[in-house]
């Protein structure tokens, strides 16, 4: 059986604030008919997107929307590597 113990933490997890990239990236499925509006940085873009998706296409009125956003480890004693 394996055993876990509290030891200090080695890496701490936070938003990773990468130069001219978005802060989050959007992306919205149509879970009808499971087209994708596509990654983009602006929400409004794909919200968008779902309007005109729903326009064409009445009876699609669900969507899941995925999103991302970059995350960096590091070390927990503050060593930059």
């Known amino acids: 059986m394996r055993r876990f113990g509290l030891h200090p933490a080695r890496w701490i997890m936070r938003p990773d604030p990468v130069r001219d990239a978005p802060e989050m990236i959007h992306e919205l499925v ?28 009445p009876t699609h009125l669900r969507y899941f929307e995925m999103a991302a956003r970059p995350w960096r480890l590091v ?6 590597r």
């Open 30 to 57: 149509c879970t009808t008919c499971e087209v994708a509006s596509g990654a983009q940085g602006d929400f409004d873009a794909v919200r968008d997107w779902a309007f005109a998706h729903t326009d064409a296409n």
């Open 75 to 80: 070390p927990a004693d503050g060593d930059r």
